[in-house]
Nanobody, 124 residues
Framework: QVQLVESGGGLVQAGGSLRLSCTASGRTFSSYAMGWFRQAPGKEREFVAAISGSGASFYYADSVKGRFTISRDNGRNTVYLQMNSLKPEDTAVYYC?????????????????WGQGTQVTVSS
């Protein structure tokens, strides 16, 4: 069982930045691909970014390319999402997820463990 704890959400003005963190329990963190997803009110959960177990491969949704950066520190069991140039449409609950495989996938059903979510609100 893997437990994921997110932090770093909050309220920010458009154009601002936030960094989300997600720390995982367990001793095999590098064997998990990690993903960030988000869900806005009334909408389905959508893919944001994902990174392989080694950190060598990563993918982004088109809507965040060039603005968001995913990274991981396997020594700290932590994955990060640096969010720059935030827009009101980025407002959502952001979820961290872990996949029992080092290979990246971008669909929510491919992930086995989920954090509780952290709210990101971008004001215009």
């Amino acid at each position: 069982q893997v437990q994921l704890v997110e932090s770093g959400g909050g309220l920010v003005q458009a154009g601002g930045s936030l960094r989300l963190s997600c720390t995982a329990s367990g001793r095999t963190f590098s064997s998990y691909a990690m993903g960030w997803f988000r869900q806005a009110p009334g909408k389905e959960r959508e893919f944001v970014a994902a990174i392989s177990g080694s950190g060598a491969s990563f993918y982004y949704a088109d809507s965040v390319k060039g603005r968001f950066t995913i990274s991981r520190d396997n020594g700290r069991n932590t994955v990060y999402l640096q969010m720059n140039s935030l827009k009101p449409e980025d407002t959502a609950v952001y979820y961290c997820a872990a996949r029992i495989s080092a290979i990246v996938k971008i669909t929510p059903v491919a992930y086995n463990y989920w954090g509780q979510g952290t709210q990101v609100t971008v004001s215009s």
